[in-house]
């Protein structure tokens, strides 16, 4: 390991911010069972002892997969009466996010280091109000490690309030198709979709102004290439267990996303290695 890395992890230990729980505790029953952490149910204790000073009703919203943490730091000082918290397993990633809301007095956001698959463990039922999924993995082969699969929209069921909405932002067509095709085949409201969010052609409600004004590093690139950003917002309003879509056409949808071009001649696998060592090469540091 690195000792960049190293120096990362310890001073982690030092940031309020980042709730870096212990994985051995909450597999204690095993994998099947987890073990709830303290803090499900009494995020608010969390974020007054970073200063909030907003009450125990405030919208807390989450995104998961932050990275680097960069978009969850942007929501957070948009919104100062809501609180965010931004959740990922790599801590040389968050070192970031929280570095700069440490720095920067930033109250209203947290960091949780943890896996995804995790995450009942730590939200209580109607505890989150909004959840965002802001440039995920499309993962073509590996359908229940989607972050729209059923299974891990049954997980955010389990916490995410009635009228809580899950948003989608991706440069990925595969990803965005096989979602709305779960949103379908689980009759779950989508509140607003979009092809190509930044053309201004959508269906449905008009996106929040944070959907445009707020953007990662990958989706500034993304955008300055030519890449389509897709948009898609939805509700977790179905009782009963969620189905897989039946209709939807991998191969095809494995086919669209293809060889791209972002820079040279890339494919969809290296082209985020390509903006990483692009970064690197400019001086700055690479982001999510």
């Not at 099947?32 to 009703?57: C, Q, R, T, Y």
């Not at 299974?151 to 990925?172: C, M, N, Q, W």
Request: aromatic share 12%; with cysteine; glycine share 8%.
């Amino acid at each position: 390991m690195g000792h960049d890395k190293l120096r990362k992890f310890a001073e982690n230990e030092t940031f309020s911010c980042i709730l870096q729980p212990d994985t051995r505790a909450l597999l204690a029953c095993g994998y099947e069972n987890l073990l709830d952490h303290p803090v499900k149910g009494h995020w608010s204790d969390f974020f007054a002892a970073l200063g909030f000073k907003g009450d125990a009703s405030s919208p807390l919203v989450l995104e998961l997969g932050c990275g680097k943490g960069e978009y969850t730091v942007a929501l957070g000082e948009k919104y100062p009466d809501k609180r965010f918290i931004g959740v990922d397993i790599k801590g040389a990633r968050l070192w970031k996010g929280a570095k700069y809301a440490t720095l920067n007095s930033v109250c209203n956001v947290a960091f949780l280091r943890s896996r995804i698959e995790f995450i009942t463990a730590f939200f209580a039922p109607a505890e989150v109000s909004e959840i965002w999924l802001t440039f995920s993995d499309p993962q073509l082969s590996k359908e229940n490690s989607r972050l729209t699969s059923p299974l891990f929209l049954e997980r955010y069921r389990t916490f995410l309030a009635p009228s809580g909405i899950v948003h989608l932002k991706t440069d990925s067509r595969f990803l965005y198709e096989y979602t709305k095709a779960v949103c379908e085949a689980n009759s779950l409201r989508i509140v607003t979709s979009s092809l190509d969010l930044y053309s201004g052609e959508y269906s449905g409600i008009k996106p929040a102004p944070e959907v445009c004004e707020v953007q990662t590093f990958y989706e500034d690139i993304f955008r300055s290439q030519g890449y389509k950003i897709n948009y898609l917002a939805f509700c977790l309003d179905h009782e009963g267990p969620l189905v897989r879509p039946s209709h939807f056409d991998a191969q095809y949808w494995r086919s669209v996303e293809g060889p791209r071009q972002l820079f040279g001649r890339d494919t969809a696998e290296t082209r985020r290695q390509k903006i990483h060592a692009e970064s690197l090469r400019e001086g700055g540091h690479p982001e999510k």
